[in-house]
């Protein structure tokens, strides 16, 4: 079973802010997912990434297979960009379902 | 549709009873999964499908919930003799194969409440 780890649990910080969101995996995948959750909101996939780099508009998602590692950026974060961001990794150990990390809550402060 | 759609949004119900969850996929998604997320907590995956092959059960927490996908297309998750810990939102996703691009669409979910 893989276990995904995410950091920082809780971001606050000031709008304008280059953002940080890190994701960890124990064992391979066949592919990385990052989506978003606003307080009462349902859920939108930003990413689906098997290597390498996406951008989307502000949003830049990125992963490095060997060190099991994905990191979501968010570049001159806007108040609108307070969501709870959760990575969700497919495949490793045989099985085809999402393992999800326990989220990242960010708020971005006007 | 346009969209995964899930129905009830709400449902309220008695410790004890049987309830159904409806899910209704992107047309043409072969991929069907079923989340729940209790409140405060993370995600967690339940079951999934993908086309005709077995589903995958290993997230059903117990013998009281099943899941079946009839034609490839609805799916409907019950749970039987409800227990309080089953309240949660009960959230469903369609993706294509990884092969044609995999994103997911979740529904707005199913908020199941046990009384």
């Known amino acids: 079973k893989n276990e995904v780890e995410q950091s920082p649990q809780n971001l606050t910080a000031q709008e304008g802010e280059f953002i940080t969101i890190n994701c960890s995996y124990s064992?391979?995948?066949?592919?990385l997912h990052w989506l978003q959750q606003h307080p009462g909101g349902g859920i939108v996939s930003l990413f689906m990434?098997?290597?390498g780099k996406k951008k989307h508009g502000r949003l830049i998602a990125t992963i490095n297979i060997q060190e099991k590692h994905s990191s979501l950026h968010i570049t001159a974060s806007h108040p609108r960009d307070s969501a709870v961001y959760i990575c969700?990794?497919?495949?490793?150990?045989?099985?085809?379902?999402?393992?999800f990390g326990k989220g990242t809550h960010l708020i971005i402060q006007p | 549709g346009a969209g995964v759609s899930q129905s009830p949004s709400n449902k309220v119900t008695e410790k004890g009873k049987d309830v159904e969850l409806r899910c209704d996929p992107i047309?043409?998604?072969?991929?069907l999964y079923w989340y729940r997320q209790s409140l405060g907590q993370g995600l967690e995956f339940l079951i999934y499908f993908q086309g005709n092959s077995a589903p995958d059960k290993s997230g059903l927490p117990s013998d009281r919930f099943s899941a079946e996908r009839t034609g490839g297309s609805v799916s409907t998750l019950t749970i039987q003799r409800t227990q309080q810990e089953d309240s949660a939102v009960y959230l469903c996703?369609?993706?294509?194969?990884?092969?044609?691009?995999?994103?997911?669409?979740f529904g707005e979910g199913s908020r199941l409440t046990v009384l």
């Open positions: 047309s043409g998604h072969t991929a």
């Open positions: 064992v391979g995948i066949s592919a």
């Open positions: 990434l098997s290597s």
């Open positions: 996703a369609s993706s294509l194969p990884r092969r044609a691009g995999g994103e997911l669409f």
């Open positions: 969700a990794v497919r495949g490793g150990g045989g099985a085809d379902g999402l393992t």
